[in-house]
């Protein structure tokens, strides 16, 4: 059975400081793993990816993520948070029947000035 | 640009009064599809269409039905809304839905409003 888990429904930083949103999944087999951001009244929008290949991955708005599967995690960071990466996060794994995602409850991004 | 267009943007309808969402693609995708997302959680997939085969989740309600005339468009149908179904409503497309590498691109979403 494939699940993902979203350690903290909402994290404060300030502007500036390092974002660390946590993600861990499980998967019966090798997963893909997707991480999206979702602004307020808006759709979601794939900030990265990582299917196979090198293991820390580079997404845009210059956040990045790194799937260990030692420790079955695939955290998104971003070294200097802005006030415009407030929003909620969604980290997903996506599983063969019909490409359905499982998305994980949601991280909300707070960015304090 | 190509895209993927939900209207109406905010839908309001009333108890047990039908109501229709729609969906449209300029992707030329192969895979649509319509989630639920109640307030602070997930996305839930409801079903999706593989070209023109229908999937729809286990755990849909029967009250939710599902229409694709062509490739570029596809409609959600709730046929007698209950206050529990008021929620944002995002359709999404994909290639081709076979590869579970593929990116799912989203529309911005309806949001439903049951009074």
């Known amino acids: 059975a494939q699940s993902v888990t979203q350690l903290g429904s909402h994290v404060s930083v300030s502007e500036g400081a390092l974002v660390l949103l946590r993600c861990n999944y499980s998967?019966?087999?090798?997963?893909?793993l997707f991480w999206y951001v979702q602004y307020p009244n808006q759709g979601l929008q794939l900030l990265l990816k990582y299917t196979t290949g090198a293991t820390l991955v580079k997404g845009i708005n210059g956040f990045e993520a790194e799937f260990k599967k030692s420790e079955t995690s695939f955290h998104l960071t971003k070294p200097s948070a802005h006030m415009s990466d407030a929003a909620e996060y969604f980290c997903?794994?996506?599983?063969?029947?019909?490409?359905?995602?499982?998305f994980g409850t949601g991280t909300s991004l707070t960015v304090i000035p | 640009d190509a895209m993927v267009i939900q209207n109406p943007r905010y839908q309001v309808t009333q108890f047990g009064k039908p109501v229709t969402l729609s969906c449209s693609q300029t992707?030329?995708?192969?895979?649509m599809y319509w989630y639920q997302q109640k307030s602070s959680q997930a996305p839930k997939l409801l079903f999706h269409y593989y070209d023109k085969d229908f999937n729809n989740e286990a755990d849909t309600p029967d009250n939710f039905q599902s229409r694709r005339p062509n490739t570029s468009f596809c409609f959600l149908d709730i046929r007698s809304p209950g206050l529990g179904d008021a929620a944002m409503y995002l359709c999404?497309?994909?290639?081709?839905?076979?590869?579970?590498?593929?990116?799912?691109?989203f529309g911005p979403g309806t949001r439903l409003l049951v009074l």
């Open positions: 997903a794994v996506s599983v063969n029947t019909g490409n359905q995602f499982y």
């Open positions: 992707l030329n995708h192969n895979v």
């Open positions: 998967s019966s087999v090798p997963p893909y």
């Open positions: 999404a497309t994909s290639p081709r839905g076979w590869n579970r590498q593929e990116t799912q691109y």
